[in-house]
């Protein structure tokens, strides 16, 4: 993970680091809110902070014939699925499709996201359980995944949501367990989804 990398901008921002000087627009450098809408740079494999004006061509099309894709904001709430296939060694992770037909998963940890390659053949049988998985835009989708503790969660999330929780666990992670504060900090995570979502 570089210093300028999207993770590293939002691992900061959360950690108040960015506060005083405020979000500017990635394009236009305008000051952006911040519930403010990202876009997904695919040639650099980036999410970049948008305002308002530079969003809405996006929304209605105007650049869409460029690398820059405005990340969506639904959140849909799946039933429960076995994502045993999918060789989650952890509770909590996101699974990314990507628009050469892989898949990638990341769990948090408080280093960073480590991630993998998912298994062609193991994506597809999860997704035949779950049609709605088919529906998930590449690159700037996932399926989020928290089966941690008494927990379950399987979501299909922006990526942005995803960078946050990111984020989340590497602010509140303290020593080699996670320490009193991570854990609540995710419930708080998942229960501000559950009051935002979406569907189609």
């Known amino acids: 993970m570089t210093a300028g990398s999207p993770l590293a901008r939002l691992i900061r921002a ?3 680091d960015r506060a005083a000087a405020g979000e500017r ?5 305008a000051d952006v809110p911040d519930d403010h809408r990202h876009l997904y740079d695919g040639e650099r494999d980036e999410v970049l902070c948008a ?4 969003s809405l061509l996006f929304v209605r099309g105007a650049a869409s014939e460029g ?9 849909i709430r799946l039933p429960p699925l076995d994502t045993e296939p999918l060789g989650v060694p952890v ?22 996201p480590a991630q993998w390659e998912v298994d062609a053949a193991a994506w597809q049988r999860v997704a ?3 049609p709605r998985l088919t529906t998930v835009a590449p690159d700037v989708e ?10 379950r969660h399987h979501w299909i999330v922006p990526i942005d949501d995803c960078l946050r929780l990111v984020a989340l666990v590497r602010q509140e992670w303290r020593g080699l367990s996670g320490g009193a504060r991570v854990w609540p ?7 501000d989804l559950t009051t935002a979502r979406s569907t189609p």
């Open 67 to 75: 690398h820059y894709r405005l990340i969506p904001q639904r959140r």
């Open 185 to 191: 900090a995710i419930e708080g995570f998942f229960a």
């Open 91 to 112: 509770g909590l992770a996101f699974f990314v499709p990507r628009t050469d037909g892989t898949v990638v998963a990341h769990y948090p940890s408080p280093a960073g």
């Open 25 to 29: 627009c990635d394009l236009c450098a």
């Open 128 to 130: 035949t359980a779950c």
């Open 14 to 16: 959360a950690a108040g």
């Open 51 to 54: 305002c308002r004006p530079c």
């Open 142 to 151: 996932a399926l989020l995944v928290n089966t941690a503790r008494a927990l």
